[in-house]
């Protein structure tokens, strides 16, 4: 009764739900910074294999694009990008089920259900019959699971992740080729990659700067994508499981 009595207090307080949005949102806000530092420097990676230069061959005038050399590491940072939405995506579902199981029925259900469940055991002096226990435990799960979970993932992102996701996307944001702020930038990202193209004097060492620190980035959106798999996957799956 006592157990009861606390859990359903805490059902319908539950002081940690608002702590466990708070981090949700967190969470969906690095996954989005990400995610358009990735767009950007994929759209200024576009911008320089579409820029030709003009040669002479044989006493004729020749167009190329040595930017094609770069179509390699767009396309890893076209799949980085992809990679962050589904992050972007998978704390999205967290805030929702984070609604779901605070919605006052879920409380009402489970209050209806541990009553039943304390009632049950004071008549027979046994456990309660298995299809109300499995109600119950399923209750508690949608109930604590997913806000707990949330805190967890927090309080490890905080002691071990936060370094590293504050160095790795420092060094993305600087990188020569995102152009121009990704925040609070009111021109599209095509737009900017355009003025950016048009401060290069010579495209084909803006090409060679850009292939010097593309392992730079490929470091570095690596180091990300481990992070955000670790917090969207390996992290829920563990504190699911230790709940159950």
Known sequence: LALTTVVLLLAWRAPIDEAARIQVRDDLARAATVFAVARALGSGLSVVQSANVDAKLFGTGVGFSPGQALRPVQEFVD???????AASVAFGIQLLLLEIGAHWFVSALLSVGMLAAV?????????PIRILQALVVLLLMVRFAVPMSVAANGVVYRAVMAPEYNAAIASLETSPALPGPVAGADQG???RAKAWLQ???DVPDAIEVLLKSASD???RM??????????TIVLPLGFFWIFW
């Open 217 to 219: 980035w490929a470091d």
């Open 119 to 127: 009632v049950a055991l004071w008549r027979t002096g046994s456990r």
């Open 222 to 231: 690596i180091r990300l994508t481990a992070l955000f798999v670790v917090q």
């Open 79 to 85: 799949r980085f990008a992809a990679l962050m939405l």
């Open 189 to 191: 990202l095509t737009a």
């Open 199 to 201: 401060r290069i004097s």
